[in-house]
């Protein structure tokens, strides 16, 4: 069974939605559910984040989320921190590649997340409030 086809069988009994920088995936996670495409951005170019910020808290208005579980960078900190201040629960989980250290993101979003997961036992252990819980992804 692909790691998609599991992701729609547990999503089908819930009201969910995804917020992606790309089209790359669009097709196939709109199979699931909703999907909005906002853009790329970073801290190098703070026109481009803006213009992120505004469409990611048009879709924290629009759907009103409960949970959001983020896989990072700058615009999943952009929709946790917006969802956050609107009630949501915040659960991050940093990247794999991110080894030694919690990503920038993930140490940004630290003081709202609900919880934060590493998926390296010596970064959890370094942070308090970082749990490891395996390799998630």
Wanted: charged share 25%; glycine share 6%.
């Amino acid at each position: 069974m692909s790691e998609l086809l599991k992701l729609e069988e547990v999503c089908k009994s819930h009201n969910l939605f995804f917020v992606s920088t790309t089209d790359v995936i669009q097709k196939k996670l709109q199979k699931i559910a909703r999907t909005y495409i906002v853009g790329e951005c970073n801290r190098e170019h703070p026109l481009l984040t803006l213009k992120v910020m505004v469409k990611g808290l048009w879709i924290i208005k629009k759907e009103k989320p409960d949970v959001i579980l983020s896989t990072g960078a700058a615009v999943g900190f952009i929709m946790c921190f917006w969802g956050k201040l609107r009630g949501a629960k915040v659960i991050w989980v940093d990247s794999i590649a991110n080894a030694e250290k919690l990503s920038l993101s993930g140490r940004m979003i630290r003081p709202f997340a609900d919880l934060i997961l590493s998926q390296w036992p010596d970064v959890a252990a370094h942070y308090a409030n970082v749990e490891y819980a395996g390799e998630l992804i």
